[in-house]
């Protein structure tokens, strides 16, 4: 399907449940992308399967690889948009990396339970992970709703445990107990 928002809810789940580990935004991205195969053969009139090559791992590998790379030049213009959203990250490459190459694996995985033109393993033409359920699509979809009602719970509760903190409140039991706050009581020596 082109574009298919219910991405976004595991999307959401998963990135925040390995936030420490995976580059959130890059996540995110990563499990949408390739729904811009059926995209643009839908648009272009391409007489192509909709889940064709990049709908597989390798071919999903290379996506990542490529969106991976991507990010990592552009995260300079994402920091705003993760600060306004309480969202900041330490911008790592191996955070990237992980991000785009599980992001777009898990795009495959859900799609493959539910569409016979997807090869996961290509250039083997079988699908292992079809489901031949009658309600395979209902399953996935309604994994993907929940998970996505879940992820924004855990974004909800993230941000209200930071709400009305200090940075040195927040950061009690990492051993960093030296945060000047400009306006909040003592700094480092002792003066206000």
Do not use: W
Request: charged content about 15%.
């Amino acid at each position: 399907m082109p574009f298919n928002p219910f991405h976004l809810g595991p999307a959401l789940l998963f990135g925040f449940l390995f936030f420490q580990h995976l580059d959130f935004p890059t996540f995110l991205i990563a499990n949408v992308i390739v729904d811009l195969e059926p995209f643009l053969i839908l648009v272009l009139g391409l007489d192509l399967p909709l889940h064709g090559f990049f709908h597989s791992f390798p071919g999903g590998t290379i996506v990542a690889l490529a969106l991976a790379c991507a990010m990592m030049r552009g995260a300079v213009f994402l920091k705003p948009v993760m600060g306004f959203f309480r969202l900041e990250q330490e911008h790592q490459p191996r955070g990237v990396f992980a991000a785009a190459l599980s992001g777009v694996y898990l795009h495959i995985l859900l799609d493959a339970r539910l569409y016979t033109d997807i090869a996961p393993f290509y250039p083997l033409s079988a699908n292992p992970f079809l489901s031949g359920s009658m309600f395979a699509g209902f399953e996935v979809y309604t994994f993907c709703v929940i998970s996505g009602l879940a992820g924004v719970v855990l974004y909800l509760v993230r941000i209200r445990k930071g709400r009305g903190q200090l940075p040195s409140e927040s950061t009690a039991g990492t051993g960093s107990s030296d945060v000047e706050v400009e306006g909040y009581g003592e700094g480092r020596d002792g003066e206000l």
